[in-house]
Each structure stands twice: as structure tokens, then as C-alpha cells.
């Protein structure tokens, strides 16, 4: 079992910052990705940013492209999300997710998920 506590939401004005912070715990070993989705009120889960656990490549949502960074501490075992310039729009429960199937494509066969963390921009 792999464990997730993600911590860093809160309300913000648009325009602001935050930083999400996700720690892995438990049987991490053969992480291949990690990830982050978020859920808005009456809306499905969408994919936001994911990382490769060992090469660091990633992949953007097109609605936050230029404006998050996700990034990762292996040492740590920890992935952030760096979300600037934020907009009412980015309101939402926040999810980290991680998995160890090696499927290329970044947004999809996630398998352990965290509670959320919510994120509140107010215009």
C-alpha cells in the first residue's frame, strides 16, 4: 500500500500563488509516476500535471500549461504543484495520485489516490 497526504490549499485571491505539497509513504519503491487531478463542484475529475518518478518528464493540462510547475524530491518522496497567476476557474479539490504500471501516457491508470486539498480563488 502506498500512502498520499497531500497539505497547501486554501483561499486565495486570482492572480495569487499557492503550493501544493504531496508526501508518498509506505511501498513506494517502483513508483513510475505521479500525479495530480482536481474536481470542481458538479464537475468530473480532470487531469492537471503528472512527473515520471525517474526521468522527471511531465505533462500539462492545456488549461494550466504556463502557469503550474509540478515537480518532485525523490529523497523525500514528495511532489509539489507550483500554481501561479490563479483563476477562479482553478477552484477545486485537489487529488495527488501515483502509480507503478509504466504506461506512457501521464493522465490515465492512476491507482492510489490521496484525500484532496482544496483550493478556493475568489475573483
Known amino acids: 500500500q502506498v500512502q498520499l497526504v497531500e497539505s497547501g490549499g486554501g483561499l486565495v485571491q486570482a492572480g495569487g500563488s499557492l503550493r501544493l505539497s504531496c508526501a508518498a509513504s509506505?511501498?513506494?519503491?517502483?513508483?513510475?509516476?505521479m500525479g495530480w487531478f482536481r474536481q470542481a463542484p458538479g464537475k468530473e475529475r480532470e487531469f492537471v500535471a503528472a512527473i515520471t518518478w525517474s526521468g522527471g518528464n511531465t505533462d500539462y493540462a492545456d488549461s494550466v500549461k504556463g502557469r503550474f510547475t509540478i515537480s518532485k524530491d525523490n529523497a523525500k518522496n514528495t511532489v509539489y504543484l507550483q500554481m501561479n497567476t490563479l483563476k477562479p476557474e482553478d477552484t477545486a479539490v485537489y487529488y495527488c495520485?501515483?502509480?507503478?504500471?509504466?504506461?506512457?501516457?501521464?493522465?490515465?491508470?492512476?491507482?492510489?489516490w490521496g484525500q484532496g486539498t482544496q483550493v478556493t480563488v475568489s475573483s
Open positions: 495520485t501515483t502509480r507503478k504500471s509504466t504506461y506512457t501516457d501521464l493522465r490515465i491508470a492512476y491507482f492510489y
Open positions: 509506505g511501498r513506494t519503491f517502483g513508483t513510475y509516476a
